[in-house]
């Protein structure tokens, strides 16, 4: 099952109160609704590998991206990074990202997980955040414009404006980069994957310019999970309850916003995913025929990574296999053209008959 399946499974499950149910049935609709892809653990990890190079590689190409679908879905198999989120929290089972597009380039991302059972949870225990990333991909962009209207639009509502009140304030307070250069240098310093481009002023201007184009702020289905993180507080008569559960949703979305980013320029790049429908109909009429309330599985597109003609020839006459290709690859990137964006596949570089050199893994650290 994929966690589409497990979202909308979950979303009449009572197991964390009725706000948090709320929360996940929010993103449910929408995920049913949605045109909904399955990434590859190629397309994942060299969505993961861009996160750690450069930060220039997340504005690149950005003003030529568009969304190809109002509303999109995309998950993958967690743990790939064999990173856990936080110190002692588990892996996710799986992982993915609701897009909801404002237009065709601007919107916001949901992100949402489920955790295989446990003897608490003997069902698969879906999880998601209350916080979105607001994104705007313009060339004029501003991103904390789109999470300033929306956060407005909440207080007008009513409802819990003290508890909203405070957490916009703790996202302010939590989320926004420093507005010098040297603020940002020592915020690169503290991250292992960025900290060798600290001083370079090519890079500390691409982190001033990504802050344009995505702001985390309070997301559209979030609000049921925040009334109920307080509502156990109050229970517990322990306020550090709720500051332990926002630190943890927190530390959830760091990251998230610039992996689906580059999933969606993958989208955008002209030369480099095949994209494979895959139908839920015969099985879900075999489900129909055993009986049971369950609902429908839902039918999905996988995506993958394609290796371009020239780099399979390239590697044929070096006497690589395709397999062999992939175990010697050098990181890839994009490289943006008049004509469009395009993926650069990883390359075989350097003396192919001699041993090669263990390929580099890098850690990533909140």
Known sequence: MMLADHLIQGS??????????????????????????????????????????????????LPLCRLPYKTMWIETAGGFADVAPRPGAPIPAMQGTLIEGFDDQRGVMTVAWVHAPTDRYPDHHCNASPYSLYFDFAADADAAAL?????????????????????????????????????????MLKRSYWDRWADDPREVEAL????????????????????????????????????????????????????AQFFITLLNSKNCTAQQPVSMAKLNKARAKRGGKKPPLLDYTTLTLTMSRARARAAQASGMSHEAAHRHLVRGHFKIRKTGIYWWHPFVRGDVHQPAKPRQRYEVRA
């Open 208 to 259: 001033h310019q990504h802050d344009r184009h995505m702001q985390v702020g309070l997301s559209p289905h979030g609000l049921g999970g925040l009334t109920t993180a307080m509502d156990h507080a109050t229970m517990l008569k322990d306020p550090k309850f709720f500051v332990a559960m926002m630190q943890s949703w927190e530390t959830d979305i760091i990251g998230e916003g610039p992996f």
């Open 12 to 61: 009449g499950t009572d197991y964390e109160g009725v706000g948090f149910r709320d929360m996940i049935k929010s993103i449910a609709s929408r995920v049913r609704e949605a045109q909904r892809f399955v990434m590859g653990r190629d397309a994942a990890e060299a969505c993961l590998e861009l996160l750690r190079s450069r930060p220039s590689n997340m504005i690149k190409g």
């Open 147 to 187: 999470a300033r209207e929306h956060h407005r639009k909440i207080l007008a509502s009513g409802g819990r404006n003290d508890l909203i009140e405070a957490v916009i304030k703790r996202i302010d307070n939590h989320f926004s980069l420093p507005r010098t250069d040297e603020g940002i240098r020592e915020f």
